[in-house]
């Protein structure tokens, strides 16, 4: 039986430029008594040394745990850190824990984890954009970056078109942002799938406005048009607005899950495989999704190891639907990670097929963007908006 000997958090960046959500990333390499080695992801939270600091508490209960006993680990964990499991931070150590450990079980038994998990349902993985509107502002500007995505090959994109907008939208920002929206569905034509994000930042009588406004420009769906728990205003929203929609990349646990789809609150499940408990947790969600009818869109916007991950889910579950991507919108170095082993194609990700997740990181790479201690956060900028997109004069900006 190969034991956990080391489980090691690190934090990869590049320095010299200006640390966000997106130029971090949290890695957590384990290595068994056998000498495996593999790695996991977790979300950075805009606060990497808590999340750090989770995986070092982790690591004193997983260090001599059974490898493959990865169910077991999860109860230990469960039971060893009952005030502070419900923590972001400690969901996303476990996360990358479980996520390694799945890569390692595969690695020993010469299997892709999607074959452990039951076996391939598709080899193909539908992708939608994201990233690719950063420096937009105008209508045109949209559309010309919408009009070059759709010719990468991509069949669906995301953007949020509210600009520094919080909490209350005004009509000049609605209209403003359905002149954003007409412009790009124009330029895609009416067979590429558009979703509309609003970063769970309104109330719900903002909400259903933008609702009413967008919803003729037929959007695939709505992301968490709400603040994520304001059940109430997620109720009410529900009532009035006839759009799909779409929540959960902040749910931490089956049972928030589980919550949100007994009420019909949702149409596409977007938990995250780094913060939600890892594969374990991602898969039972699918499943319990499945019996609502209700299907999957993983949220994926960190790094290519969530995102290998990510596609390992999807080739499984039946109840997949589409999938967010970054990844031609990464930076080069966190292609590179992985040996740029992930394009899109046509609009699709193939599934990986090598054994664990997949994917072979380049320790080269890793090693040369070791960025412990940089800054988190850049001052002022709200975590929703994708750089360079404030549009001037918005009356509920942010400072």
């Known amino acids: 039986m190969a034991t956990i000997a080391r489980v090691e958090p690190l934090v990869i960046g590049e320095r010299g430029s200006a640390a966000t959500w997106a130029s971090l990333m949290v890695l957590v390499r384990v290595e068994t008594s056998n000498g495996a080695v593999g790695y996991g992801e977790a979300v950075p939270t805009l606060r990497t040394g808590q999340v750090v600091e989770a995986v070092r508490r982790l690591a004193t209960v997983a260090v001599g745990s059974d490898a493959h006993a990865i169910e077991s680990i999860h109860r230990r964990w469960m039971m060893e850190d009952f005030y502070l499991h ?22 020993e038994l010469g299997a892709p984890v999607h074959e452990l998990l039951g076996g391939l349902h598709r080899d193909r993985i539908l992708a939608y954009a994201n990233g690719w509107y950063g420096g937009c502002r105008t209508p045109d500007e949209f559309a010309a970056a919408a009009e070059r995505v759709v010719g990468m090959g991509y069949r669906g994109l995301k953007f949020d078109p509210f600009g520094g907008y919080y909490d209350y939208i005004d009509r000049a920002g609605i209209e403003r942002a359905s002149r954003i929206v007409a412009a790009v569905r124009e ?8 979703m509309i994000e609003h970063h769970g930042r309104f109330g719900y009588e903002s909400a ?3 609702a009413e406004a967008l919803a003729k420009y037929s959007p695939l769906f709505m992301e968490e048009p709400v603040h994520p728990h304001d059940l109430e205003g997620l109720r009410r ?14 749910i931490l646990n089956k049972e928030e899950a589980l919550q949100y789809l007994r009420e019909g609150l949702v149409d596409f499940l977007q938990v995250d495989v780094t913060n939600v408990g890892g594969i374990t947790e991602a898969w039972k969600i699918a499943a319990i999704a499945d019996s609502f009818g209700v299907r999957m869109a993983y949220h994926n916007a960190f790094g290519p190891i969530q995102n290998a991950a990510t596609l390992q889910l999807d080739a499984t579950i039946p109840n997949f639907m589409i999938q967010e991507t970054f990844y031609d919108f990464f930076p080069r170095w966190k292609r590179d990670l992985v040996g740029d082993s992930m ?6 990700h193939a599934v990986p097929r090598g054994p664990g997740l997949g994917v072979e990181v380049r320790e080269d790479v890793l090693e040369s963007h070791r960025a412990e201690g940089l800054e988190e956060r850049v001052p002022g900028e709200p975590v929703w908006v994708v750089r360079g997109t404030w549009i001037e004069g918005d009356s509920s900006r942010i400072p």
Do not use: F, N, Q
Not at 187 to 194: C, K, R, S, W
Not at 237 to 250: M, N
């Open 208 to 210: 259903i406005r933008v």
């Open 237 to 250: 929203y529900r009532a009035a607005a006839r759009v799909p929609v779409a929540l959960g990349e902040r």
């Open 343 to 348: 394009r899109v194609v046509d609009g699709h």
């Open 187 to 194: 330029a895609v034509g009416e067979d590429v799938h558009i």
């Open 86 to 107: 419900r923590s972001i931070e400690s969901t996303a150590a476990l996360s990358a824990l479980d996520i390694a450990l799945w890569d390692i079980k595969g690695r």
